[in-house]
Nanobody, 125 residues
């Protein structure tokens, strides 16, 4: 396992969770990182990304204003702080690593070479 997502769980609507994406076996230095999610019966969708080179952050419209992607000083662990959670945020959340750190299609799963195993987030109404 090279990427592993942690921090999922059951939370009530309006609550918060903080997901972590940790690395093992390699540090992914130079890799941009992203968070995606997949709800039952739906395609995997982009949530947020952070570009390696300059730390620029990108968000899906559904995440703007509620979610924050960040990374630690070593740039190896990436976090997703999720606030004001809604039932429609219920999904398995995956972290991913992309070798691109200039202009890239950060919202496309195909831009990412490495994927973690996912962590389930369930938001109850």
């Amino acid at each position: 396992v090279q990427l592993q997502a942690y921090g999922g769980g059951l939370v009530q609507a309006g609550g918060s969770l903080r997901l972590s994406c940790e690395t093992s076996g390699r540090d992914f230095i130079g890799y941009s990182r992203g968070w995606f999610r997949q709800a039952p019966g739906k395609e995997r969708e982009f949530v947020a990304a952070i570009r390696w080179r300059d730390g620029r952050r990108f968000y899906a419209d559904s995440a703007k204003g509620r979610f924050t992607i960040s990374r630690d000083n070593a740039k190896t662990t990436v976090y997703l702080q999720m606030n004001t959670l809604k039932p429609q945020d219920t999904a398995v959340y995956y972290c991913a690593a992309s070798p691109y750190n200039e202009v890239y299609d950060y919202w496309k799963p195909g831009e990412y070479d490495y994927w973690g195993q996912g962590t389930l987030v369930t938001v109850s109404s």
